[in-house]
């Protein structure tokens, strides 16, 4: 009777993971940004405005600001709000032809993030903001495909960067695109907004509230693709590939742990329930595929199940896993051989944002505390249009 409970158990944990992963690898085209030649050449009359919020991005900005001089579509104006830089990222902006815009005094209530955004779009004179993290790179047709997304979806558009990684530490990303991807949704299932890009007409900006209707919220891209729901406004999300990309931590391990631990608990609280349950069936049945492994080539008394049988049960949730996360970054096959170090490090995460939200503790974020706790942004009625 173990051994069948068991069975199931793992048996439950794979169908999760295919049902939360699998996707990624059968929708993967679907997800993608159009080609820049799909359904006609963009329409020169839209003049794209885009901003960028910028604080101490002195060493991230210039690749940015390069990828954007070599577009086939050309955007009317580049803005870099300065949020209260101590570094000289308004002086390197300046050097790379942007135009600089300097944030007036915070006001009470608002996130640093939302106030740079709300400057920079106030300052904007397209009909179509782009809104992008500083770190964030394109390739030579990134604009035109996300003109062409957003003529597309008649809506609010956003795309998840692939994520670029070079030292070895930075694959320890992997697990926490997945859960990001997940909780916000792609293409149909869009829930919410991912922040490092996201194009939206003038006119549904101002009509949801703009940054201003999300000022203090941390998690401000969900929370604005809420508010975009709530009022009509189409939302569509798309995963970068080689179009769209960043580095996300490239400053060190210590960065990368304030950074995900930011994010963790207010990404959780912005994941449906079932896909928080279909998250949790396919940790623990991956934590137990891993355990009967070692148990089972340990020749352990507490295995249950032969070396052979343990070894290709933790095979089947590496293969499934090895597939998808390519579609979230440069993650190899050496993170799904590896997965129960990610794993390890997945929950030491989330025990460190339980224990700040608990204790009212928070983390640095360039420069700034940001503490661990929910928005409070009511979600959109089930009646509202999802593109």
């Not at 006001?107 to 740079?116: D, I, Q, R, Y």
């Not at 990303?173 to 990001?180: E, P, R």
């Not at 939206?200 to 000022?215: F, K, L, M, T, W």
């Not at 391990?253 to 963790?264: L, P, Q, S, V, Y």
Request: proline share 5%.
């Amino acid at each position: 009777m173990p051994t069948v409970m068991l069975l199931v158990l793992l048996l439950s944990g794979f169908v999760a993971g295919l049902l939360m992963f699998g996707v990624r690898v059968v929708r993967r085209a679907l997800e993608q940004l159009p080609p820049a030649d799909a359904g006609g050449s963009t329409d020169p009359r839209r003049a794209v405005s885009i901003i960028i919020p910028a604080r101490n991005e002195q060493a991230r900005i210039p690749a940015l600001l390069n990828s954007l001089k070599t577009q086939s579509f050309r955007p009317l104006e580049i803005l870099v709000v300065d949020d209260e830089s101590v570094d000289q990222t308004a002086r390197v902006a300046h050097e790379y032809g942007a135009r600089i815009v300097d944030t007036p005094p915070r006001p009470a209530g608002w996130v640093g993030k939302t106030w740079a955004c709300h400057t920079g779009a106030s300052a904007a004179s397209g009909d179509l903001l782009l809104f992008l993290d500083a770190d964030v790179e394109f390739d030579s047709t990134a604009l035109e495909r996300i003109v062409l997304a957003h003529r597309s979806s008649e809506g609010a558009v956003s795309v998840q960067p692939h994520h670029r990684t070079t030292r070895p530490y930075e694959s320890l990303s992997a697990l926490f695109n997945a859960q990001v991807v997940t909780a916000v949704g792609v293409g149909r299932s869009s829930r919410g907004l991912f922040g490092p890009c996201i194009m939206i007409e003038r006119s549904a900006y101002d009509r949801c509230g703009g940054h201003e209707s999300v000022r203090g919220s941390v998690l401000d891209d969900v929370d604005l693709g809420r508010r975009c729901l709530a009022h009509g406004v189409a939302i569509r999300n798309y995963l970068g590939g080689k179009s769209v990309r960043f580095r996300m931590y490239p400053s060190g391990a210590r960065e990368m742990i304030d950074g995900w631990t930011k994010n963790f608990l207010l990404g959780a609280d912005a994941t449906p329930t079932r896909v928080l349950l279909l998250q949790s069936i396919w940790i623990i049945g991956a934590v137990t595929a891993a355990v009967q492994a070692g148990l089972a080539l340990a020749q352990s008394p507490l295995a249950l199940l032969g070396a052979w049988s343990a070894v290709s049960i933790y095979a089947a949730y590496a293969f499934v896993l090895a597939f998808s996360v390519r579609a979230y970054g440069s993650f190899g096959g050496g993170v799904a051989l590896t997965f129960p170090v990610h794993l390890l490090f997945f929950g030491y995460i989330m025990a460190r944002a339980l224990w700040l939200r608990i204790t009212g503790g928070s983390v640095q974020w360039r420069g700034r505390a940001v503490h661990v706790h929910a928005t409070g942004v009511p979600k959109p009625p089930k009646s509202a249009r999802i593109s």
